[in-house]
Nanobody, 115 residues
Framework: QVRLVESGGGLVQPGGSLRLSCAGSGRGFSSTAMGWYRQSLGAERELVATIVGGGTTNYADSVKDRFTISRNRAHNTIYLQMNSLKPEDTAVYYC?????????WGQGTQVTVSS
């Protein structure tokens, strides 16, 4: 069974930075395709960034040039470096991978951007 464990969330002031981590493990896990989604209160879960294959990345327009997704395949871990954070980035951030085409989610980590 695939297990994803996120860490690194917290409270940060507008303009600040945070780095999220997600470590994957378990039967069937592969770091070939992984990503981050987020869900704010009352909203649907939305794509933040993905990293697939040899390192192809994709970002939501709202986070381009501020967030960077990266991967350490040796440690089955991905990261999300978040800079220039805005209040609208406040959400629960979920790590995701795909097993047989089906998404597997982590438990989520809260990111709050507030002064």
């Amino acid at each position: 069974q695939v297990r994803l464990v996120e860490s690194g969330g917290g409270l940060v002031q507008p303009g600040g930075s945070l780095r999220l981590s997600c470590a994957g493990s378990g039967r069937g896990f592969s770091s070939t395709a992984m990503g981050w989604y987020r869900q704010s209160l009352g909203a649907e879960r939305e794509l933040v960034a993905t990293i697939v294959g040899g390192g192809t990345t994709n970002y939501a327009d709202s986070v381009k040039d501020r967030f960077t997704i990266s991967r350490n395949r040796a440690h089955n871990t991905i990261y999300l470096q978040m800079n220039s954070l805005k209040p609208e980035d406040t959400a629960v951030y979920y790590c995701v991978t795909w097993v047989a085409g089906r998404p597997q989610w982590g438990q989520g980590t809260q990111v709050t951007v507030s002064s």
